[in-house]
């Protein structure tokens, strides 16, 4: 082999080795761009929230441009993978489920309703995300005339922590108790009224026409 040609590989191979050691430093030690920047979004009870914290970080972007309607089609995935899951969330933990899904509901109602007002989304879908960072029930949320649960007609609608209890709920009771009967007229109004209130999104309201309607049937 040339000299002149065997002093250039070795003069490469000192450069590639320290190059390659830094590589496999690097790689070793430095983190990804990926687990960086991931967050995870977790309550003790409810388990990751991430999902659901992505789609009101994506409202709130869009809310900040003043295109409320557009903030409005955003929320209402939230609102639906919530539902999907409620049943999950509320066995996993009620009491947090219900802190969730009230401050859910306020959001919600921010951005539906009449006129939106531009401040009032903004707190809102900022308690919001704040809430889902954490979901601890807070005595505070509790009935204190009640010890939390609360009744209307002699039928609980509300959990322990003085939360509504999700108006799909009390519909379903309704519905599987006049499949046992042949409800009257009154009946049945009530039940549509529920249903309106609760495609409302207003719970407690539904809930109310709801019982009322339980406790005809169970007289």
Do not use: K
Request: aromatic content about 4%; charged content about 15%.
């Amino acid at each position: 082999m040339h000299p002149a040609f065997r002093n250039f590989l070795l003069s490469a191979s000192l450069i590639a080795v320290p190059v390659a050691g830094f590589t496999m430093v690097e790689t070793l030690w430095m983190p990804s761009p990926t687990a960086a920047s991931a967050v995870v979004v977790a309550s003790p009870g409810l388990g990751d929230l991430s999902a659901y914290q992505a789609i009101v970080r994506d409202t709130q972007t869009i809310a900040a441009t003043g295109d409320l309607a557009a903030a409005q089609l955003r929320i209402t995935d939230l609102e639906t993978l919530w539902d999907q899951n409620a049943t999950a969330l509320r066995q996993a933990d009620a009491a947090a489920w219900g802190v969730a899904d009230g401050a859910i509901d306020a959001a919600l109602s921010a951005l539906r309703a009449t006129a939106p007002d531009a401040a009032s989304v903004t707190a809102a879908l900022a308690a919001l995300s704040a809430t889902l960072d954490n979901p601890v029930a807070s005595p505070a949320t509790a009935s204190p005339a009640t010890g939390g649960v609360q009744q209307a007609f002699g039928i609980d609608v509300t959990d322990a922590n003085g939360h509504p209890l999700p108006c799909e709920v009390m519909a379903t009771q309704v519905r599987d108790a006049f499949a046992t009967i042949t409800p009257t007229a009154e009946m049945l109004d009530l039940q549509s009224r529920a249903l309106e209130r609760c495609n409302a999104d207003n719970d407690a309201q539904s809930d109310a026409f709801a019982a009322q309607a339980l406790s005809l049937i169970r007289g």
